[in-house]
């Protein structure tokens, strides 16, 4: 690798490096990934302003930065002429519990600008994109005020913006497509969002390493340049509950946080895409975590998880009263048995929710489920209300580690200030000290913290399955197609996919107890190896998926995790096919918006065959009727590419195992 490929200062000095070297700079510096397919320019003025090129396309125009603390100032207005430190590295990460990858290698050019004693800006530069943070050595405690960061962009770019309303959310918007040029400074967004420049190339902006600070969301900017701006959550100063749940900040601070002078601050990330399925291969967020803050992750296991809350316990042809009760819960485990499911997940309603989260109700005999579940190989998770654990934590996580529960849903958080980012922090140290997996509901984006904490195993943060229960800003096949590029790009999502009942536009009801989706029935299998969550749900009733052997005959047997994923072909809110490893086999998943489309897939990711391919693919009258699908199988090896056709809001699955020999057979219901 030349030295200019690492770096190189402009106007009055030339760096000139080999793996590490250090300097006096002058005011520009530039700075390019290790194959130069990206190259970040930093102008070092009043304010610090970098600008993004992928080859000689500019992708990010000149965007201020900085940091302010109280008593000194914003930090990067420094006097002094900066030292840089460019080094060129490589780490090989290796995922605990996987996601995309078992392990991943990649490498990147980080220069580390020290503007003063007290003051530091770090950039790495990846192939697939950007990354910077603020870091501080400054004795003791300190406030700060606020933070600048700007992502200007051309004036016909647009952006996939999940708008909100208030700093007190779920984070569970639908991505509306907006010019950047129209977003006032009174709108903002949560992130990730993706704007999408006039040249077809997309740029995915989010955070990671989110510690004692609060989250960032984006704003249109003050001034005519188009762009997107940094906009923080105050430290909250009065709260007051409204119901047993909704803790609302009444009072913020005029600054963001408390926390420790000597520290370094969250990244703020950029990927950078001319391929739409750059977006679906990136860990960068999770890259950018702190190292595993634990001994082993050995105990952590993923699995699919039968729910009880989406489908309103919506059993029949049974002997007992179906609802939160003890007979309820052991008819789960008996069905999760049967079908190899890992888990179940005892929903709101089994314990006091709000009095004590520890106590079950009359009719849940707690201890009983949990011995018929163990005795079954069936392992349970419980939903807890976040600040029913919030006081008292430790014992109460003790009390479950010792009933033998396996994990907590913790939700309704619906703020991501300095004092609740703590407080998901918390929950996954104390968690992990407990052996218990964490998946967070209510929740904002994952936002690094897996990467310490592999035990949090899921994130919802998403406009999910769920909104088809409310009739209100519902999901549609056009957002389940930009989720894969825009949300699951932070991490996992609990988008809690698996429902039987599917249906067209014209067809679709509310039904709050009875839900129906869009789509078809092979729509929500393919979310099974689209979507990502080491602890993927099962949304639908066990007496409807019994009603379903062949559907069951996947689902029984599709993986939560993956050691490898190959993007076969995928455009952003359209469609999307990927296959994922696991082990010797194969899954490959097919999903489409509102247009009916014809894919042609190649095979050429399969080692020596042939391979043994079962498929669920959507049936002839799937437009009609969502429900209608087509099962086959057949043997394929490498060498040849599958013809995928797909209806309206449809889907694909494939499963493929290395066979000897093969047949060829088909069935349809």
């Known amino acids: 690798m030349s030295s200019q490929t690492l770096a190189s200062i402009a106007l009055t000095y030339l760096l000139v490096v080999g793996s590490c070297s250090q300097v006096s700079v002058a005011e520009e510096i530039e700075v390019a990934s290790p194959s130069n397919r990206l190259t970040v320019e930093l102008q070092i ?11 000689d396309k500019q992708v990010l125009q000149p965007s201020a930065i900085d940091l302010t603390i109280a008593d000194l100032g914003a930090i990067g207005k420094t006097k002094q002429k900066p030292k840089v430190v460019v080094e060129s590295k ?4 290796q995922f605990p519990v996987p996601r995309k990858y078992r392990s991943l290698d990649t490498a990147y050019t980080q220069a ?13 530069v990846y192939d697939e994109g950007v990354a910077y943070r603020w870091q501080t050595n400054i004795p003791g405690q300190i406030t700060v005020e606020s933070e600048l960061a700007e992502f200007r962009f051309p004036d016909s770019s647009t952006c996939y913006f999940p708008e909100e309303e208030s700093m007190f959310t779920h984070q569970e918007r639908v991505y509306k497509q907006t010019p950047v040029a129209e977003i006032s400074p009174e709108q903002f967004c949560s992130t990730g969002c993706v704007v ?3 040249n077809g190339v997309k740029v995915y902006i989010s955070e990671s390493d989110l510690f004692s600070y609060p989250g960032m969301f984006l704003r249109g900017t003050d001034s005519g340049q188009p762009g997107l701006v940094g906009k923080y959550a105050g430290y909250p100063l009065e709260t007051e509950l409204q119901g047993d749940r909704n803790q609302v900040v009444t009072k913020y601070a005029d600054y963001l946080a408390k926390t420790d002078g000597a520290r370094s601050f969250p990244w703020r990330v950029l990927l950078v895409a001319d391929d739409d399925a750059d977006l679906l291969r990136s860990e960068l967020v999770y890259q950018l975590g702190r190292p595993m803050a634990i001994d082993s992750a050995d105990w952590i296991k993923p699995g699919k998880v039968s729910w009880d809350w989406w489908n309103g316990i919506d059993l029949r042809g049974v002997d007992f009263r179906a609802g939160v009760n003890t007979e309820t819960y052991k008819y789960f485990v008996d069905f999760a048995a049967e079908y190899k499911i890992e888990y179940i997940l005892l929903d709101e309603g089994w314990s006091k929710t709000s009095t004590d989260v520890t106590a079950p109700r009359s009719d849940v005999d707690i201890k009983e489920v949990l011995a018929y579940a163990e005795q079954k190989g069936v392992k349970v998770l419980l939903w807890v209300l976040w600040n029913a654990i919030d006081k008292e934590m430790d014992s109460k996580l003790a009390r479950f580690e010792q009933w033998g529960v396996a994990g907590i849903k913790v939700d309704f958080m619906q703020r991501d200030d300095q004092v609740m980012i ?7 140290r104390t968690a992990a000290e407990h052996r218990l997996m964490v998946d967070f509901h209510g929740a904002c984006k994952p936002m690094g913290l897996r990467r310490p904490y592999p035990n949090v195993m899921t994130f919802e943060g998403v406009n999910g399955l769920e909104q088809y229960k409310w009739g209100k800003e519902r999901t549609t096949p056009e957002q389940e197609l930009i989720l894969p590029f825009i949300r699951m790009v932070a991490g996992p999502m609990d988008y809690t996919p698996g429902a039987m009942r599917n249906a067209n536009d014209t067809n679709w009801r509310w039904i709050v107890d009875h839900p129906m989706v869009l789509g078809t029935r092979c729509h929500q299998l393919a979310m099974y ?62 999903m489409t918006d509102w247009d009916r489309r014809e894919l042609d897939l190649p095979l050429t990711f399969l080692s020596d065959g042939p391979y043994k391919l079962e498929s669920w693919g959507d049936g002839v009258n799937a437009d009609r009727n ?12 490498r060498d040849d590419t599958l013809h995928v056709r797909l209806a309206p809001a449809g889907g694909w699955v494939g499963r493929l195992r290395i066979e000897p020999s093969s047949t060829s057979t088909g069935a349809s219901r």
């Open 112 to 124: 580390t600008i020290h503007l003063s004693e007290q003051a530091t800006l770090v950039f790495r």
């Open 196 to 198: 999408e420049c006039q």
């Open 529 to 590: 190896v689209v979507y990502e969550s080491p602890l993927q749900m099962l949304a639908d009733s066990p007496t409807t998926y019994q009603d379903e052997p062949e559907c069951m005959q996947f689902l029984s047997a599709v993986p939560t995790v993956w050691d490898d994923t190959v993007v076969l072909d995928a455009k952003l809110s359209d469609y999307v096919a990927i296959a994922r490893r696991s082990g010797d086999e194969w899954y490959i998943g097919v």
């Open 45 to 55: 003025d009043n304010p610090i302003q970098y600008s993004v090129h992928l080859g």
């Open 626 to 637: 969502g429900e209608d699908f087509a099962q086959h199988t057949a043997s394929v090896t």
């Open 422 to 428: 703590d407080y998901y922090w918390q929950v996954a």
């Open 90 to 93: 490589k780490e090989k990460v």
